[in-house]
């Protein structure tokens, strides 16, 4: 089965299809995410609360991203790969920075890296993409930087807050993301933001429709997230019908039911 590429985002792009990312860590999901037939990939740094029990993505490390970037890529045969680059590694020196990035290519199988920031991030965006590395950016609400923001909120409320939006995505357009993320926007301003795009794919999160694909936690899909943010959707009542099945082993092997001696 053929590989999708950046090339193949930016051509859905340009004709107008729409662009369907997933967020997941491990083999197993990915394996039933490729299946579905998704896009892109996001092995995500929120797997600090998502999996690893963190109370937000701040403790996650470039090792554990490795390590569940690589999961993932094992067990994928389709879609686009893209591997989060965990807190403060955006501020690390650009040279260090771009060999990072060169090592989660070659250890990771991932075939792209994501990286909080906007235009303050574009000469590095502009070296990394010039190592030969395609790059998703990521602008609105950046979770690596929840304690400077002091919480959660949403981005492009105002026209001035909207149109350096703009500036952030077009910054990282011209330095050569080829998509970039925009999460929790205004639909409005991310509508705007979309359409001052030339090249590079807007994937929204809470962002509205208009952007130019979607992306979703995997576990928030399926109905196994503790606590789903409200922009999300749930598609299966996972947490039920997983429990239910555990339930039904232990009250098995209790009842002795469980395991049967065949005959």
Do not use: W
């Amino acid at each position: 089965m053929k590989k999708i590429t950046v090339k193949d985002i930016l051509a859905k792009k340009d004709s107008g299809g729409k662009i369907a990312m997933i967020t997941s860590y491990d083999a197993i999901y990915a394996r039933l995410a490729d299946a579905a037939g998704v896009d892109m990939i996001l092995v995500g740094d929120s797997v600090g609360n998502t999996v690893l029990g963190f109370e937000s993505t701040i403790p996650v490390t470039i090792d554990m991203m490795l390590h569940h970037t690589a999961a993932v890529s094992r067990a994928n045969t389709q879609a686009l790969v893209v591997a989060d680059l965990p807190f403060a590694t955006a501020s690390l020196p650009q040279a260090e920075l771009v060999q990072l990035c060169a090592r989660f290519m070659r250890e990771s199988g991932a075939q792209a890296v994501k990286i909080e920031g906007g235009k303050n991030m574009a000469e590095k965006v502009s070296a990394i993409v010039d190592a030969g590395i395609p790059v998703v950016g990521h602008i609105g609400l950046q979770p690596q930087q929840v304690f400077k923001l002091g919480g959660y909120r949403s981005f492009g409320k105002t026209d001035a807050e909207a149109e350096l939006l703009i500036e952030d995505a077009k910054a990282l357009e011209e330095a050569g993301a080829f998509s970039i993320v925009l999460e929790a926007v205004r639909p409005n301003a991310a509508k705007a933001v979309s359409q001052s795009l030339k090249r590079a794919a807007s994937i929204g999160i809470g962002s509205g429709p208009d952007c130019d694909g979607q992306v979703l936690v995997i576990t928030d899909v399926l109905g196994l997230s503790a606590e789903a943010p409200k922009f999300a959707k749930k598609y299966a009542e996972g947490s039920s019908i997983f429990t239910e099945a555990i339930r039904a082993y232990v009250s098995e092997v209790r009842e002795g039911k469980f395991p049967q001696v065949k005959s």
